[in-house]
Structure formats: C-alpha cells, structure tokens
C-alpha cells in the first residue's frame, strides 16, 4: 500500500540492465487520457533514461482498460517486441461496471502471460477517485508508468538471459 506522500517510482539505473536492445509496446487506454497519457509519459522518460532508443518504443491506443487485452495480444503477434506494457485507468463509480472492467483486464492480462513467451506488463490504475490517479500518474506517489517501464526492462533482460 503507497504511504502518504511517498514517491515509490524512483530507480536506481545503475541497476538495471541496459533496454537498448530491447523493443518495447506500449498499449494505452484512450479513457482517462489525461491521466493515461501522463503514465505512457512516466514509461517512455524510464525506458529512455535506462537506453531504450525511440525508434524501439511503439504506442498503439486503444479506446479504454478493456481493450488493452486485445491490443497487447494483436502487438504481440504483429510487432517483434521483447515486452509489452499495458497502461489504463479505471475510476470507480456508481455501478459494478468497475469491478467487471477491473477483474477482466487483471485476468486477460494473466492469461497473455501465461499464454505467450513475451511478458505483458499490468499497468492498470483502479482507484476509488481521480485524485488518485493522479496521484498515481505523476503526482505525489510518483508514476506507475515509470514502475511498469522498470518491470518491462527487467522482465526483457529475464526472457532474453532465459533463452540463451
């Protein structure tokens, strides 16, 4: 659970592998833009910072978080990429359709990982309010694009060494 005023998307480069080598996809909800865009910003800046070269970071929007599994699927089948990142936001509202929207992109996301050799990153904001979100996009408890774009040079540094 974040802590009250505490950035938890600082790294520590010097730690990571290099992502020069590696692609990535990047799949984000078009829903909550305003907040989704500033998680994509939070990914590209790490995945930038720790060597990954524009031309290896391909965005591909879809309209919301639901859309996200189809969109991670199709890119894993079309583009050549060592991982894909998926970037939505759901905000609760009035009606169960948080929960449903939630549950599935959390289980469709597993299964592309359970199904496919190349990890599927789970950058999905379910907060109870706005506010938290953008608390969560680059506000004061950092950016969750930044932890996913982390996560995905990990998770491309462990398929690559895994295959060798």
């Keep these: 659970?974040?802590?009250?005023?505490?950035?938890?998307?600082?790294?520590?480069?010097?730690?990571?592998?290099?992502?020069?080598?590696?692609?990535?996809?990047i799949v984000v909800s078009e829903w909550n833009d305003h907040i989704t865009n500033g998680l994509y910003a939070g990914a590209q800046a790490a995945l930038l910072d720790c060597g990954a070269l524009p031309e290896n970071i391909i965005r591909w929007d879809v309209p919301g978080s639901f859309e996200l599994i189809y969109g991670a699927k199709k890119m894993l089948e079309t583009q050549n990429v060592d991982c894909v990142i998926t970037i939505g936001c759901v905000i609760k509202?009035?009606?169960?359709?948080?929960?449903?929207?939630?549950?599935?992109?959390?289980?469709?996301?597993?299964?592309?990982?359970?199904?496919?050799?190349?990890?599927?990153?789970?950058?999905?904001?379910?907060?109870?309010?706005?506010?938290?979100?953008?608390?969560?996009?680059?506000?004061?408890?950092?950016?969750?694009?930044?932890?996913?774009?982390?996560a995905a040079i990990k998770m491309a540094a462990l398929r690559a060494n895994s295959k060798k």
Excluded: W
């Design 1 to 25: 659970m974040a802590t009250a005023n505490k950035n938890l998307s600082n790294y520590d480069k010097t730690k990571l592998p290099n992502a020069k080598d590696f692609r990535f996809g």
């Design 93 to 150: 509202g009035e009606t169960m359709h948080f929960e449903f929207v939630c549950e599935g992109v959390t289980q469709g996301i597993k299964d592309l990982n359970v199904q496919s050799d190349v990890p599927v990153i789970f950058c999905l904001l379910t907060d109870n309010n706005e506010q938290q979100s953008l608390d969560r996009s680059g506000g004061k408890h950092g950016n969750k694009g930044t932890e996913a774009a982390v």
